[in-house]
Each structure stands twice: as structure tokens, then as C-alpha cells.
């Protein structure tokens, strides 16, 4: 097997504008990385600007965590590259599942930056809306908590969660789960109040000492009991900041909700679908845009406690 030729380069000139990366491959010759060029595989370019879009942002001030950071994704696309080239002398970007990904992920990538670019335009929230946020959930700020929590995941089943109701401890779900021969995994996790969403932590607040409550989660049911809790107040600019950026967030996908609503109504008299496909009818003042794939999440609270 011929042995690929890569050659590395150890500096990045991320100083170089465009232009200059033009002029930079002009001048290179038999391959060697100059510039903003940072590799070759077999005479493909890897630029500084393809890895840094690959680090997804990642910084550091050392400087060697750095140059540690960039040869690690550097590899890694030099790897892909020559699967690439694989793939392509296998001739499997001739086949029709090809095709159909590339438009899929293409259609995905501009959808998502079209709600990115939606999402933008949100105006930025005031301070005094961020004060009356943190007032109005003092269990995120002030009264901010830790919480050590005694927690049970037992894989996805068909039990009725109706026979989780009466159940007053971790003890009795663990014996319900094995009389049904239901896996489940036993760990000691933390729950931060800030993270919790306001809605399901007033319900979790509202619970007796040692009440086991269940989230599901990812098809699976996750089974909680707090066990104790340290005091971690949140005040200050740093607060303002996070009720900032959360208010903010909030306000993106609302606003990108109506937005995806207001284009798929004008669009519906324009959307024919074959017999078997059609959507079901909506009741009248319901009407609203499927959810699309990627597509920034409603805010809606988690679900309620439901053991008791």
C-alpha cells in the first residue's frame, strides 16, 4: 500500500486576509504547505480558516494546550480526507442514498442557519427584565441550591406509570422494576437549582422530604430522591448576565416559532400532498407549522413529578 505524503506545517498565519491566501497558493509549489495553508493530502489544502471552523470555536490561553488542540483536529481531518478518497474510488458518491444525504444535510445546514439568522434580530433584554426574572425565581438566585440526589434510570419498558404512583421509595420502584425484569442502573448525581427549569423546580420544591419523583427521559424513567442540599447563592453581575442570556434564549425561539408559524400558513395553499400522506385535519384556530428537524425547541416546561 502506497504510503500517503503528508506534510505539516508547525505555524498558523491566520494574520492573512484573503487575498493574501490567493497570492500564498500561487507562489506554492510541489505541495508544501505555505500560509494559510496548514497541510496537504495528496496536494488537497487544509487552510487555517477549515481548522479552525473544525475547532468550533475552542480556545486557549496556553499556548501549547493550543498547538496540542490543533494537531489533534488537524489529524482528524487529514483522516477524513483520506476516507474521502476511499469512498470516492469505491465510486460510493455514485450511489442514490449519496445523493439523497447530501440534499438532506444541505437542506438541514441552510434551515438551521435560516433560523440562526432569525434568532439574531432578537433584541437583547434589559437589565430590568433580567432583575424581575431573578426575582420572580429566587430558588435559581437567591435561594439557589445544590442538590445530592439518590437517582434510579430504568430502561425504556411498557410498565403502566400508573403502578409508580402509590410507590412511597427508591426501594419499592427497584422491587416493582425486578419483579418485571426491567434493567436499571443506580448512581448519586447533583441537581443545581439555577439549572432547573422554574416550572418543574416549584413542583420538586413543593414535595415532601425524601419524595421520589420521575423525569422520563430519552424513552427511559429516571427516578429521583434528594438525599441533601448545600446553599450556593447566585446575585451579582454574573446573575444579571445568565438571566440575561436565558431571557434572551427564551425570546429567540418564540421568536423563531412565530416566524416558522406566519411562513408555513402562507405556504399551505401551495402544499399539495398525495392521498396517503396527508396531515390530519387541525381544529380551527390550532393551525400550526410541523416541527422541523433542527429547529430551535418551544420552551415548555419538563414534566411534573409524577411518583409519589
Request: aromatic fraction near 4%.
Amino acid at each position: 500500500m502506497q504510503k500517503k505524503s503528508v506534510l505539516l506545517v508547525v505555524g498558523l498565519c491566520a494574520g492573512l486576509g484573503l487575498a493574501g491566501c490567493d497570492k500564498v497558493k500561487s507562489l506554492m509549489s510541489g505541495g508544501k504547505p505555505t500560509g494559510q495553508v496548514v497541510a496537504t493530502v495528496d496536494g488537497q489544502e487544509v487552510t487555517a480558516l477549515e481548522l479552525r471552523r473544525e475547532m468550533g470555536g475552542f480556545s486557549s490561553r496556553d499556548p501549547e494546550v493550543m498547538k496540542k488542540a490543533q494537531q489533534q483536529v488537524l489529524q482528524q481531518i487529514i483522516v477524513r480526507k483520506l476516507m474521502v478518497e476511499k469512498a470516492k474510488e469505491a465510486k460510493l458518491d455514485k450511489t442514490p442514498n449519496y445523493n439523497l444525504d447530501v440534499q438532506r444535510g444541505e437542506e438541514q445546514l441552510l434551515a438551521q442557519l435560516y433560523q440562526r439568522s432569525l434568532a439574531a434580530k432578537t433584541a437583547v433584554p434589559t437589565k430590568a427584565e433580567a432583575d424581575a426574572f431573578i426575582a420572580q425565581n429566587p430558588g435559581m438566585f437567591a435561594d439557589r441550591k445544590v442538590l445530592v440526589v439518590d437517582q434510579l434510570v430504568a430502561a425504556p419498558n411498557k410498565i403502566d406509570p400508573a403502578r409508580f404512583q402509590p410507590l412511597k421509595s427508591l426501594e419499592e420502584v427497584k422491587a416493582l422494576l425486578s419483579s418485571e425484569n426491567v434493567p436499571f442502573q443506580e448512581s448519586v448525581s447533583t441537581l443545581d437549582t439555577l439549572q432547573v427549569n422554574p416550572a418543574l423546580l416549584a413542583q420538586i420544591q413543593r414535595l415532601p422530604p425524601g419524595e421520589v419523583f420521575v423525569i422520563p427521559q430519552r424513552g427511559s424513567f429516571v427516578f429521583n430522591r434528594i438525599t441533601g442540599s448545600k446553599s450556593a447563592p447566585f446575585t451579582g453581575e454574573p446573575a444579571v448576565m445568565y438571566a440575561t442570556n436565558m431571557l434572551r434564549t427564551r425570546k429567540a425561539q418564540e421568536t423563531v416559532g412565530k416566524q416558522l408559524e406566519a411562513m408555513y400558513t402562507a405556504a399551505k395553499p401551495n402544499i399539495k400532498y398525495a392521498p396517503a400522506f396527508e396531515p390530519p385535519k387541525t381544529p380551527a384556530g390550532k393551525a400550526g407549522a410541523p416541527a422541523a428537524k433542527g429547529a430551535a425547541p418551544a420552551a415548555a416546561a419538563p414534566a411534573a413529578p409524577a411518583a409519589k
